[in-house]
């Protein structure tokens, strides 16, 4: 079945620091790939996504690019804020063609503390 | 009211006590979802609707029972609860369930089973 493993936080950062959070998928075929963010007391919402290989998603100075060969979609921003302090989820929704049931499967979710 | 609602936003019930969940999605889609969200659990898909039917049912007890009475709204169902099913309930919505679509997440329901 499918898959999605991301790092296991929490991950502490000092404000502007560089932030990278590892996700690696496994699925068949091209499924799309998704990032999306929890603040506290709300739901996730999407952050970025990339439907083919090579595409790069990017929203509010988050990027992560989708790598076919490595089956990977790590997030990363350049200079974090404390108001990136959140917990990060890495999805993919399998492709249409890979048959079977469209169940879309989420990583375990990593938390980021940002302090000032 | 745009989005994604829940209604209520924190539920307190006793085991044996029968109360609804209410979602309402106001974006036209197709699809509907309910997750189960547990401290150090990962996210637990329950259950899909397509179109107000039911595709998937994640092998869920059935003291939960969801109903979909049209595209724009769908209910969990709670009677004889157990404390392990005190979590976070997310309710999202999608244009499909097929492809690339991403889903649309409401704020949740903080449950708490006594």
């Known amino acids: 079945g499918n898959s999605v493993t991301q790092m296991e936080g929490p991950v502490t950062l000092s404000e502007e620091a560089f932030l990278t959070i590892n996700c690696t998928y496994t699925a068949t075929g091209y499924p799309s790939l998704f990032w999306y963010v929890q603040y506290p007391g709300e739901g996730l919402q999407l952050l970025l996504k990339?439907?083919?290989?090579?595409d790069k998603g990017s929203n509010k100075g988050f990027e992560a690019t989708y790598r076919k060969e490595t089956t990977s979609f790590h997030l990363e921003k350049g200079s974090v804020q404390v108001s990136d302090s959140a917990v990060y989820f890495c999805a993919l929704s399998p492709a249409a063609e890979s048959g079977g049931s469209y169940i879309p499967t989420f990583g375990r979710g990593t938390s980021l503390i940002v302090h000032p | 009211e745009t989005g994604v609602t829940q209604t209520p936003r924190h539920l307190v019930m006793g085991m044996t006590n029968k109360k609804s969940l209410k979602c309402e999605q106001h974006l036209g889609h197709n699809a509907m979802y309910w997750y189960k969200q547990s401290a150090k659990k990962p996210l637990e898909l329950m259950f899909v609707?397509?179109?107000?039917?039911?595709?998937e049912n994640n092998s869920v007890p059935s003291r939960f029972s969801p109903e979909c009475p049209n595209s724009s709204h769908l209910f969990l169902h709670l009677h004889t609860l157990q404390p392990e099913d005190s979590a976070l309930y997310l309710c999202?919505?999608?244009?499909?369930?097929?492809?690339?679509?991403?889903?649309?997440f409401g704020p949740g329901t903080r449950l708490t089973v006594t």
């Open positions: 990339a439907t083919k290989a090579d």
């Open positions: 609707y397509s179109l107000e039917e039911r595709v």
């Open positions: 999202a919505s999608s244009q499909s369930r097929l492809g690339t679509y991403e889903q649309y």
